[in-house]
């Protein structure tokens, strides 16, 4: 019996300041506004798994990671979908 291994094309996100993140590893996209939210993100910094792409701007997204990694963002987390379902849009016409 032979195994057959179906390859996903890898995609990515942009999250500004030229940074992306695999949309694959994607658990979730928030909002930082609440204390949880917050709190997230100290925890995330505490453990070393937190991965400031912001460049120095105000944080708009968080990214939660299949890798229990945090990445935080300065675009909105509405661009950042609209950007993952115009990378869904431009896979699926190729």
Known sequence: MAVVQVKKAVKFISIGNGSAVSANRIISIITPDSAPAKRLIQ??????LLVDATGGKKTKSIFIMDSDHVVISSVSAETAIARGEENDAEMNEG
């Open 43 to 48: 925890e995330a910094r505490s453990k070393g």
